[in-house]
């Protein structure tokens, strides 16, 4: 079965500080991951996903196969990146649906 | 120049009532969603709608029922409202399948009295 395990549900750190969250997965294909992110009183938005690579806001996040993982990572910390994170998973189906982790709850301080 | 926008952002109402929550993208999507975050900000999907047609259909009480007037628009009607009701709704849309992503509405709280 498809599932998405956040397991922290809040993580605090100090302003500069690196930062990971972590996230793992199971899935019997070849999964769509992705990391969504939810400020304070805004909608939730796509932060980063998988077959882009990218680094965005300072954020990455590499698919590890072997460990079924897509931790997210940032090596120093803001307070605005203070926020929820959700990570996510589809298979490449047309009828897959975005599995959703719990979140986390990033607190960074100043 | 709202991508996707809900109405209303609040509704407050009480048991057995029957209520809707619309949800309008102008992004030309053809895929819409509906999510449910509980208290626990626990996401889960709902519905799923392509080119108006329903694709995803999870394990949701059959008081719920989506519909689909066209592409850019997915209305959420809840019938007879119970206590566990009570959630923020989230619509979104997409252009294409799941795994495309996924352009999210502000929610509606929905709180049961």
């Known amino acids: 079965a498809q599932r998405v395990t956040q397991p922290e549900k809040l993580l605090s750190v100090f302003k500069g500080a690196p930062v990971e969250l972590k996230c793992n997965y199971s899935y019997s294909g070849s999964p769509e991951l992705f990391w969504y992110v939810q400020y304070s009183r805004q909608r939730l938005q796509l932060l980063l996903r998988?077959?882009s690579r990218e680094s965005i806001k300072g954020f990455t996040a590499d698919l590890n196969k072997g460990e079924t993982s897509f931790h997210l990572k940032k090596p120093f910390a803001q307070e605005e990146d203070s926020a929820m994170y959700y990570c996510?998973?589809?298979?490449?189906?047309?009828?897959?649906?975005?599995?959703f982790g719990t979140g986390t709850r990033l607190q960074v301080f100043p | 120049d709202t991508a996707v926008s809900q109405t209303p952002k609040y509704l407050v109402t009480q048991m057995g009532n029957d209520k809707s929550i619309k949800c309008e993208q102008n992004?030309?999507?053809?895929?819409m969603y509906w999510y449910k975050q509980d208290s626990k900000k626990f996401l889960k999907i709902m519905f799923s709608?392509?080119?108006?047609?329903?694709?995803i259909n999870e394990t949701v009480p059959n008081r719920f029922s989506p519909k689909s007037p066209d592409k850019a628009h997915l209305n959420l009607h809840i019938n007879s409202l119970e206590l566990g009701d009570s959630a923020v709704y989230f619509c979104?849309?997409?252009?294409?399948?799941?795994?495309?992503?996924?352009?999210f509405g502000d929610g509606t709280r929905l709180s049961i009295l």
């Open positions: 996510a998973l589809s298979g490449q189906v047309g009828t897959d649906k975005l599995i």
């Open positions: 709608y392509n080119n108006k047609e329903l694709i």
């Open positions: 979104a849309s997409s252009q294409g399948a799941g795994w495309q992503p996924q352009h």
């Open positions: 998988h077959i």
């Open positions: 992004l030309g999507h053809d895929t």
